[in-house]
């Protein structure tokens, strides 16, 4: 069965960082795109960024994290990971990471997406 475990969640200062992990398992490395998104308390979900199956050739970012945050894949562990770096308070948010299918949005700003299957989420917590 198709597995997504999310780790590397925790508390940090304003402008600190996190690497966050999405070990994947069950199905062949490579074969989804793979999403990081983020819920915060009373908002809706929503997308963070997503990297392309196979050599992750194109990737995705929401305009507000751009420059900051870094996605990236190793599927010689079926792994993908998120640098996130000048964390802000607003980063504050559950993150989960899911596979399945990620596209160009045409207004630039964050990408559409279809996931099949979906971790459990780590929370990410930016506070002084």
């Known amino acids: 069965q198709v597995q997504l475990v999310e780790s590397g969640g925790g508390l940090v200062q304003p402008g600190g960082s996190l690497r966050l992990s999405c070990a994947a398992s069950?199905?062949?490395?490579?074969?989804?795109?793979i999403g990081w998104f983020r819920q915060a308390p009373g908002k809706e979900r929503e997308g963070v960024s997503c990297?392309?199956?196979?050599?992750?050739?194109?990737?995705f970012y929401r305009d507000s994290v751009k420059g900051r945050f870094t996605i990236s894949r190793d599927n010689a562990k079926n792994t993908v990971y998120l640098q996130m770096n000048n964390l802000r308070p607003e980063d504050t948010a559950v993150y989960s990471c899911?596979?399945?299918?990620?596209?160009?949005?045409?207004?630039?700003?964050?990408?559409?997406?279809?996931?099949?299957?979906w971790g459990k989420g780590t929370l990410v917590t930016v506070s002084s």
């Open positions: 899911a596979a399945g299918g990620c596209y160009r949005d045409s207004t630039g700003q964050s990408f559409l997406y279809g996931m099949n299957y």
């Open positions: 069950g199905f062949t490395p490579g074969r989804y795109d």
């Open positions: 990297i392309s199956s196979s050599d992750g050739s194109t990737t």
